[in-house]
């Protein structure tokens, strides 16, 4: 697994997102349908009632108009609404002319609230006779009233068409905002360190996942003690090897001075070879474990150490080297950092690079040591930047992160090696709180590995 999250189809924040917004809508479409059925009842019950209180209102006029065009004139009580006053005549009294403007009402209307059609149209209609025998119908146009029921309804719908979306979006945020304490925690294991067994805190993180984060707590506190206990059977095995392979070292260097012939010579010096290049995997295997102890940045407030000391140090050891293969090493810069961590440690991560450097070097080639600063290379303040730069054939983009693990080396480049001088390096650099990125060199014929030192001022 790379930690990238997966599809969103196994993504719990998508469907617990897609769940609560599915939800807010289906019930923001039922409340709307029943708040739209309401409303137009709504609406049509008060339209009945101003039917009513209107027709009340006229039974209870002592004059009433006499001639047809006087009550034609009063009939329109509000003609945008479709509201129209209409006298019609009482049970067995004489018939009312029809006014010129429709509607039309007959006296076969009885009192109350009823639906007619008139003139092509439906009409809403109350009809009340007052005490004088007088019959009035006060009638609405029946799509009139549909079209301000439905209007009412909309106006009542609406909060909730745009409140329902602004709601999923809103939940979508707040399980987005949620859910970050659960990023918080996949970012703390990502930064880790290799050799980091600290508990992860808790503290910031939703209970419901406490039993999660308490299971890894125990599960890295039993991978901490698997890897105290490899290193070490590592640093035992290696430390009681170190005896027998001296005392083969001297009975090698005695017969070395005894008189041969020349393919026993021969096969002394393949086995004093050998041997010498078992104590230094022996070295390496107790200096491994020795930087392994502890946490990454343990040491990394330890006393100032000037970087330039460290190389000229180094240099002294490896200068034969470097002649023996005519290779032109050498320190570019007048720089003098200084950085944090012990000594020892220090130089055997520079020794580790240029060493490294000069063997994977072709005879004729050059390896520069370079320091900068932060302020010197633009970077910015705070780091300290080595660069050990050779003409060698480099490492391939694809193997750069292995070569920083124990016992892996790159194939085809036929030197003999352990494989953990870069892995010893990794590790003295992450105690120290040093970063290790390895690029080509600026002209791309060689390898460029650059440390990035936290900087301590040297006043």
Known sequence: MDGREGPLASSLRFRLSAWISATILAGAALAGVYSYVAAT????????????????????????????QARERAGDIDFDARIVLRFIAAEGGKPVACPSR????????????????????????????????????????????????????IHTVTPLLVLAPLLALLVTIVVRVMFR??????????????????????????SEVWPFVAEINRLIARTARTMARQRRFIADAAHELRSPMTAMSLQAERLAASEMSGEARTRLDALSAGIGRTRILLDQLLTLARTQEGPAGQESGGDPVSLKRAILECLEDLVPLAEAKEIDLGVVGDADPLVAGPLVDLKTLVKNLIDNAI????????VDV???????????????????????????????????????RVLGNGQIGSGLGLAITATIAARMGARITLDDTPGGAGLDVHVQFPALRSG
């Open 102 to 153: 429709p509607p039309c009402f007959t006296s076969e209307l009885v009192d109350g609230l009823q639906t007619v059609n008139a003139g092509g149209e439906q009409w809403r209609v109350y009809v009340r006779t007052n005490a004088k025998g007088i019959r009035a119908a006060v009638a609405q146009q029946a799509a009139m009233r549909d079209a301000i029921a439905r209007a009412d309804a």
């Open 181 to 206: 304490p659960l990023r918080t925690l996949t970012t703390q294991l990502g930064a880790r360190q290799e050799h980091e067994s600290g508990e992860l805190d808790r503290s910031a993180l939703p």
């Open 41 to 68: 009842g709504d609406a049509h019950r008060l339209q009945d009632v101003q039917l009513r209180q209107i027709g009340y209102i006229i039974s209870k006029l002592d004059a009433v108009p006499a001639s047809p």
């Open 359 to 366: 063997r994977y070097t072709p005879p004729g080639g050059r």
């Open 370 to 408: 370079r320091v900068d600063t932060g302020s010197a290379t633009g970077s910015g303040d705070g780091w300290v930047h080595l660069h050990v730069e050779d003409t060698g054939p480099g490492i391939p983009p694809a193997e750069r992160a292995r070569v920083f693990d124990a016992f892996y």
